[in-house]
C-alpha cells in the first residue's frame, strides 16, 4: 500500500517559490501561465496493511508531522504497490 | 455581520477590536462622530499594546537614554550611536514571541525580517544579527518541535538575506510552557550624517510603496470579525500567521540601500505591526503632515480586499518612502532593477489628516494626532507580588554539602541551559561579510567595522530566575553580565536595547515586576553610564493565567578602538596562569546548581555591587589594551566550576586542562558553583604575572592567582582536598552534544 | 600583488550574499581590478581574467539552489566565456549555478543532515595540477568554512568513474590529518566530493568559501591558495 | 488548464529528507511504515489552452526548469480548472 500525499500551502498564504517560478517560467517566454504554486509530495509506503487502516494513519500523521495544518494542507490517495 | 465599511460601529464592534468602552468614548470625542468600519480597524491597532505603550510608556521614562555618542535615542525605528570615523552603528532588538508560538518557522523568520527593516529603514547595513530564545520544559516534545522549528526559521531567514546571526542566548524553564520567547537583535552600520528618519515631509510630494504585494495576512480584528463571513463560503480557514519571504527581504534591503544614496529621498518607513497603517500615520505624525493614500494603487496579492483589510493587513516585506516629487520614476526604476512591486500611492498633504480613496471616494478621514497621540496612558495598578515571601529564602544548611563536585559539573555542563549551543549556531551562517573576528562560542561576538580598524562587540543576555526571584536585581544583573561579556572581549559599552517581555499587564503583580525590572535596567545603565536606545516591549506573555518569569532581555553593544585586540574567553598554551578577577560569596540563591541539583528556584539572587562590577570590567579591559593576558571569561550560570571547564573545553583546537588550588572559609559548592557576580577569569603567561598582580593592587579590584593551564584534566583542589579531576575530554562531551541530542530526538 | 592589468568579474544574481566578500578580497587582498556584474547586464566577459559566481541564495534558492539563476541573462555570456576556455570559479551556490546550468556535471542534493551547516571543515587537494590549485602542494589540507543547505554532491556512477579517471575531482571533505571517509563527511557527499573541475580544466565548482579565509586580518588564511593559484594561472597560463 | 506535476527523487540517489521523515516516524511509533519519498508538487496554472498545448509545454518546462533530470524524474496529470 502507498500513500501518495500532496501538501500544499492554503489559500491566501504566500508562496513565495510559486511566485518566484512563475516569473521565471514568464521570462522564458511562457506567457501562457497564470499562476504557479509549489508544495511538496511525499510518498508513504506501508507493509501490508488494509485501506481502512492506512486510511486512518495517514490522516493522523499528516496532521503530526506531515503537514504544518498552521499553513498548509494536505490531501493524499491510497494506491496498491506497483 | 458583514465586513465592509457600511457596517454600523458601536461599542460591542470596538470590544471585538480589542478596546475598552473607555477608549471608544475618547475615540467618538475626539473624532466627533462616529468612525466607520475602517477607521476603527486604524484605531483598533494604532491604540493596541504594541504599537502605542500605553501600559508601559509611563515607566520607560526611568531609563537614561541620553549620552555624548548618542545620535538617535528611543523614538525612532532604532537606536543610533556614533562610534567616530565619521560611523555609527543602528540597532534594536524586538519579540516575536507569540507568532512563534502558533508557527514557529515563520514567526520567527518574519521576526528576523521585522528586525532587518528596522535596521535598513534608517540607512544603516544590516550587519549583524543575535537571537534570545526561551523554551519551556525539554521534557514536552512540543518544546524540541518549536526549538527546532524557530531554529530553523532565523537560519533560514537570517543566511538568505546574508546577514550573520553571531551569538544569541537559549534558556529552557517550565514558566515558558504557554508562552516561548523569540527576541531578535538586530545591528547595522551606517554613516553617522546619513541618518534616514520615518518622514513624511514636503507637501505634494508622492508616497511610494515597495515590496511585496499585500495580502491578508495577519488581519487579527479581520479574523475575529470575519468568521461568519468566511464560514459560510465553506471556505478554508484563513490562516493568521504571516508568511516571510526573505528573498524578497533580501532584495529590500539592497533596493532600499541603493534609493537611500539619493539626496531626493525625504523620509522611509518599514510596514511592521498594523502595515500600512502605522507607516502612514506615524510617517505623517513625524513630519506634522497628513497623506493621501489612493488604495487602489496598492500593489495587491488577492482580489477583492476591503479597504479595511489593505490598511490591517500585515504582509511582509513592505516599505514606503516618501521622495521629492519629480524623482518618481527614478525611484521606481530602482524598484524595477531589483523586481520589486511598486506604485505611487498616495501624496503628502498640508492638512495633517490621513485620507483613504478608493474607487475615488474618500472611505476613511481621520486626524493624525487622534490616532496617533489619542491613546492614553494608562495607570496600572501595582503590586508586590506574594510570591516573594515564598521563594525569598534559602537555608544553606538544609542543603547537603557534597564532597566532590565532579558530579555536579557533569550535570551542569549537560544542563540545557549551559551546555554548548552549537547545535544553534552552527545553523546560522555567522561568516558572511566576512566581519565576524570572534565567531559564537565566546562571551561575545566581535566583529570588525570594515573601512577602519575599530570593532563592535555584541552580548544579548537575561537571566529570568534572577528576575522571577527579584526583578529590581535580576535586571541588573542582566545589564552587568551583559557589559561584562562585552569587557571580556575587550570591549567597552556604548548604548543598550531593551526587549522587557512580560505577563499580563492587567495584573497589579505583573506591572510591579515591570516596574522593578525597567528600574533596575535604569540603575544600572546610569551607574555603568550605558545609554538606552531603543527598545521593546512584549506583554501579556501569559497562557491560562501563568505568567512567564520576567524576561527583560538586554543587549549591549560595545566598541573596540582596535579590533586587533578582541579576545576570546578558552584557554590558550599549557603553562599559563589561571587568575580570578572578584570576590565570591557565599550564597547559592537562583543559582542552576540549586535547580539542577535540588529542584529549587529560591534565595537571594546572587549578590552584585556595582563599583566592583565596573572595576573588574575596566581591569579586564585594561589587561586586554596591554596584551597581557591570553583569555578573559566571566562566571554566569554554573558559577567558577563550569567557567572554569569552558575555558578547557570552548576553544576550536583540543580541550586543555588546567589545576586550580582554591583556599577560602566559605562552603566549596558555594564556592564553585554559586554565581556571584563581577567575576572574571583570566589566563597569562609567567611573564605577565608581576605586572598584572601590580596592576590590580593599582587598580584595588579583588584579584587572586589561583592555577596553571596544562594536563588532562580539570583539577581543583579546595583548602586541600581535591574537590573535582575530571578529564577534560569526558567534560567535553557532556558539555558539547548535550543540545544536539535533545533537539533530534523524536519523543 | 599582482600587476594592476588582471581583471576579475564577480557576478551578482539577486540573491547573491557572498558577492562583497569575493570583491573584497580579490581587490583588497590581492590587489585585482575587480568589477560587479549584474544577472540582467548581457555582456562579453572576454576582457576579464576570471569570473566568480559567488555564494549565497540566488532567488532564494526558491525551486532548487541555482535552478533559477542558470537562467539569468548573464549566464548565456558566462557559457560563452567558459567555452572559449576563461576560467570560472563557482563558490557554494556558484556552484550549484553551475551544475544547473550544465557547466559542471552532477548535482547537489540537500544536506545528509537536513540543516543548514554553517562550520570550518578541512578538505584535501586531491589534484594540485589545475589552474585553480596550483600553488598547493598535492595532498595538502586546506581549513576552509562551509556555509550551505544543499551540498551533497551526486553524480551517477558512470560520471563519478570518469571525474576520478581524469582527475576532476579537485577537493574532498577530510579532517585535519587528511583522513576522509564517512566521519569527515559533513553533508552526504558523495566519495566527500567538495568541489569539482570541468574536462577542460578551466571551471571549477566548490562548495566550501575560501573567501572566508583569506584575508590576513584572520588566523586562518588557507583559501588564499585558490585565489592565488587562479591569479598565476591567468598571469602564467603554462604550468 | 492545471498541470499538476510530481517531482521526485531518481531511484538510487539517496533521498535523505524521505529518510530523516521514515526515521521519525518510526520513532513516533508507525512501524507499518516501510519507506518515505518526499518530492515536490507543482501546480501550474495556465490561461486558456488546449490538452495538447498543455501537454507540450508542461514537458518542455518541467525538463528546463521544473526538474533537474540529472536527479529528479517528474510525472504530471492535467486537469480543468475547478
Ligand atoms: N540562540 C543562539 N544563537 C546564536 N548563538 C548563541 C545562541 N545561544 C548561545 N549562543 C552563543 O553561545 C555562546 C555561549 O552562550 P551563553 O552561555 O549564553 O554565554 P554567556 O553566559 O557568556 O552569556 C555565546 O557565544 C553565544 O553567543
Ligand atoms: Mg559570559
Redesign the pocket.
Known amino acids: 500500500m502507498i500513500a501518495k500525499i500532496q501538501v500544499t500551502l492554503k489559500k491566501g498564504v504566500l508562496d513565495s517559490q510559486g511566485k518566484a517560478v512563475h516569473h521565471t517560467l514568464t521570462d522564458l517566454g511562457y506567457n501562457e501561465v497564470k499562476d504557479v504554486r509549489v508544495g511538496k509530495y511525499l510518498e508513504v509506503h506501508f507493509k501490508d496493511i488494509t485501506d481502512v487502516e492506512a486510511e486512518a494513519l495517514v490522516k493522523e500523521m499528516c496532521e503530526k508531522l506531515l503537514a504544518n495544518t498552521v499553513i498548509e494542507s494536505y490531501r493524499y490517495t491510497l494506491a496498491s504497490e506497483e | 455581520m458583514k465586513l465592509s465599511p457600511d457596517v454600523t460601529v458601536n461599542v460591542q464592534i470596538a470590544r471585538e477590536h480589542g478596546l475598552t468602552g473607555e477608549e471608544y468614548r475618547r475615540i467618538l470625542d475626539l473624532l466627533g462622530r462616529i468612525p466607520n468600519l475602517t477607521e476603527l480597524g486604524i484605531f483598533s491597532v494604532m491604540w493596541s499594546e504594541h504599537c502605542s505603550y500605553k501600559s508601559s510608556r509611563p515607566f520607560l521614562s526611568a531609563l537614561p537614554t541620553e549620552g555624548p555618542r548618542v545620535i538617535q535615542g528611543p523614538g525612532e525605528n532604532a537606536g543610533v550611536v556614533d562610534i567616530g570615523d565619521g560611523l555609527a552603528v543602528v540597532f534594536k532588538i524586538e519579540s516575536h514571541n507569540h507568532p512563534s508560538f502558533v508557527e514557529p518557522h515563520q514567526g520567527a523568520a518574519t521576526g528576523v525580517g521585522g528586525i532587518l527593516r528596522d535596521i535598513f529603514t534608517m540607512g544603516a547595513r544590516p550587519i549583524a544579527l543575535?537571537?534570545?530564545?526561551r523554551f519551556g520544559d525539554p521534557a514536552d516534545p512540543r518544546m524540541r518541535f518549536l526549538l527546532n522549528g524557530v531554529?530553523e526559521g532565523?537560519s533560514n531567514y537570517g543566511n538568505c538575506t546574508g546577514v550573520p546571526?553571531?551569538?544569541?542566548?537559549?534558556y529552557f524553564d517550565d514558566c515558558y510552557n504557554g508562552n516561548i520567547l523569540v527576541n531578535v537583535f538586530c545591528l547595522g552600520l551606517i554613516k553617522a550624517d546619513k541618518v534616514f528618519l520615518g518622514r513624511a515631509s514636503g507637501t505634494g510630494n508622492p508616497v511610494i510603496y515597495f515590496g511585496s504585494k499585500t495580502g491578508r495576512d495577519g488581519i487579527h480584528g479581520a479574523s475575529l470579525l470575519a468568521s461568519a463571513e468566511f464560514d459560510e463560503s465553506s471556505e478554508e480557514k484563513r490562516p493568521t500567521v504571516q508568511v516571510g519571504d526573505p528573498f524578497t527581504e533580501k532584495l529590500l534591503i539592497e533596493a532600499s540601500l541603493d534609493l537611500m544614496k539619493h539626496p531626493w529621498v525625504v523620509g522611509i518607513q518599514d510596514m511592521g505591526a498594523a502595515g500600512l497603517t502605522s507607516s502612514s500615520f506615524e510617517m505623517a505624525s513625524r513630519a506634522g503632515t497628513g497623506i493621501d493614500l489612493d488604495l487602489d494603487q496598492v500593489p495587491r496579492r488577492e482580489k477583492g480586499m476591503t479597504p479595511y483589510e489593505i490598511m490591517l493587513s500585515e504582509s511582509q516585506e513592505r516599505m514606503l518612502v516618501v521622495v521629492e516629487a519629480g524623482h518618481e520614476e527614478e525611484a521606481l526604476e530602482i524598484f524595477r532593477k531589483w523586481d520589486l512591486d511598486a506604485a505611487v500611492v498616495g501624496r503628502v498633504t498640508e492638512q495633517p489628516r490621513v485620507r483613504l480613496i478608493e474607487g475615488g471616494d474618500v472611505v476613511a478621514d481621520l486626524p493624525v494626532h487622534v490616532v496617533v497621540e489619542g491613546p492614553l496612558s494608562l495607570k496600572r495598578k501595582i503590586r508586590r507580588p506574594n510570591y516573594l515571601d515564598e521563594v525569598d529564602h534559602l537555608n544553606l544548611n538544609d542543603l547537603p554539602e557534597p564532597d566532590r563536585g565532579d558530579a555536579a559539573l557533569k550535570r551542569l555542563l549537560s544542563s540545557l541551559?549551559?551546555a554548548?549551543?552549537?547545535w544553534?549556531?552552527d545553523q546560522?551562517d555567522?561568516m558572511v561579510r566576512l566581519n565576524t573576528l570572534v565567531?559564537?562560542?565566546?562571551?561575545?561576538?566581535v566583529l570588525r567595522v570594515p573601512g577602519t580598524s575599530k570593532a563592535v562587540a555584541i552580548?544579548?543576555?537575561c537571566n529570568s530566575r534572577y528576575c522571577y526571584l527579584d526583578p529590581f536585581n535580576g535586571a541588573r544583573i542582566a545589564v552587568a553580565?551583559?557589559s561584562r561579556?562585552l569587557a571580556?572581549s575587550g570591549a567597552f559599552p556604548i548604548g543598550l536595547t531593551n526587549c522587557l517581555n512580560f505577563g499580563n499587564p492587567e495584573k497589579p503583580e505583573i506591572m510591579w515586576q515591570f516596574e522593578q525590572g525597567v528600574q533596575g535596567i535604569a540603575e544600572a545603565c546610569k551607574f555603568l553610564e550605558i545609554p538606552v536606545v531603543s527598545g521593546n516591549v512584549s506583554l501579556y506573555n501569559e497562557t491560562r493565567g501563568i505568567g512567564i518569569f520576567p524576561t527583560p532581555t538586554v543587549a549591549v553593544v560595545g566598541l573596540l578602538e582596535d579590533s586587533r585586540k578582541h579576545m576570546t574567553?578558552w584557554f590558550k598554551r599549557t603553562g599559563d596562569f589561571v587568575g580570578l578577577i572578584g570576590l565570591t560569596i557565599e550564597e547559592l540563591g537562583g543559582s542552576e546548581y540549586l535547580k539542577v541539583m535540588f529542584e529549587q528556584v529560591c534565595g537571594g539572587v546572587p549578590t552584585l555591587e556595582l563599583r566592583a562590577e565596573r572595576q573588574a570590567q575596566e581591569f579586564c579591559r585594561e589587561l586586554i589594551g596591554k596584551g597581557f593576558i591570553a583569555s578573559a571569561?566571566?562566571c554566569?550560570?554554573g558559577g567558577l566550576a563550569v567557567a572554569l571547564a569552558e575555558c578547557c573545553i570552548?576553544g576550536p583546537g583540543q580541550p586543555v586542562g588546567a589545576a586550580i588550588e582554591l583556599e577560602s572559609t566559605i562552603r566549596r559548592d558555594a564556592f564553585l558553583f554559586g554565581e556571584t557576580q563581577s567575576r572574571i577569569l583570566i589566563s597569562f603567561s609567567g611573564e605577565r604575572r608581576e605586572e598584572i598582580l601590580a596592576a590590580a593592587e593599582r587598580s584595588g579590584v579583588d584579584f587572586a592567582v589561583i592555577g596553571r593551564v596544562g594536563g588532562e584534566d580539570l583539577s581543583v583542589t579546595f583548602n586541600g582536598a581535591e574537590f573535582i579531576r575530571t578529564r577534560v575530554e569526558v567534560l567535553r562531551n557532556f558539555w558539547k552534544g548535550a543540545l544536539g541530542e535533545y533537539a533530534r530526538q523524536v519523543t | 600583488m599582482v600587476d594592476s592589468i588582471m581583471k576579475s568579474a564577480v557576478v551578482v544574481f539577486p540573491g547573491s550574499n557572498c558577492d562583497h566578500d569575493c570583491y573584497h578580497i580579490l581587490k583588497h587582498v590581492f590587489g585585482v581590478e575587480t568589477e560587479f556584474i549584474w544577472h540582467k547586464e548581457e555582456r562579453d566577459l572576454s576582457a576579464f581574467n576570471f569570473v566568480v559566481l559567488p555564494g549565497g541564495f540566488s532567488y532564494g534558492d526558491y525551486l532548487r539552489a541555482g535552478a533559477i539563476a542558470r537562467f539569468s541573462p548573464i549566464m548565456k555570456a558566462v557559457t560563452r566565456y567558459a567555452g572559449d576556455g576563461g576560467r570560472v570559479l563557482g563558490i557554494c551556490n556558484g556552484f550549484q549555478i553551475l551544475v544547473e546550468a550544465g557547466l559542471l556535471p552532477g548535482a547537489l542534493l540537500h544536506n545528509d543532515t537536513q540543516k543548514f551547516i554553517c562550520r570550518h571543515v578541512y578538505v584535501k587537494v586531491e589534484n594540485a595540477a589545475t589552474a585553480f590549485t596550483r600553488t598547493c602542494s598535492p595532498g595538502a589540507v586546506l581549513k576552509i568554512p562551509i556555509a550551505h543547505h544543499q551540498g551533497g554532491y551526486y553524480a551517477d556512477r558512470e560520471t563519478l568513474s570518469r571525474l576520478e579517471a581524469n582527475r576532476q575531482v579537485v577537493f574532498t571533505y577530510c579532517d585535519e590529518s587528511g583522513r576522509g571517509g564517512e566521519a569527515a563527511n559533513p553533508n552526504g557527499s558523495m566519495n566527500n566530493i567538495a568541489g569539482i573541475v570541468n574536462e577542460a580544466g578551466n571551471v571549477l565548482g566548490m562548495m566550501p568559501h575560501p573567501e572566508r579565509v583569506a584575508d590576513p586580518l584572520w588566523p586562518d588564511v588557507d583559501g588564499q591558495r585558490v585565489f592565488q593559484s587562479l591569479i598565476e594561472s591567468c598571469a602564467s597560463p603554462a604550468l
Do not use: F, M, R, W
Open positions: 543575535l537571537d534570545s530564545l531554529v532565523i546571526t553571531v551569538g544569541g542566548e537559549i541551559n549551559i554548548s549551543k552549537e544553534v549556531y546560522y555567522h565567531l559564537p562560542g565566546s562571551d561575545a561576538a552580548s544579548v543576555d553580565e551583559s561579556n571580556c574567553q571569561h566571566d554566569s550560570e570552548s
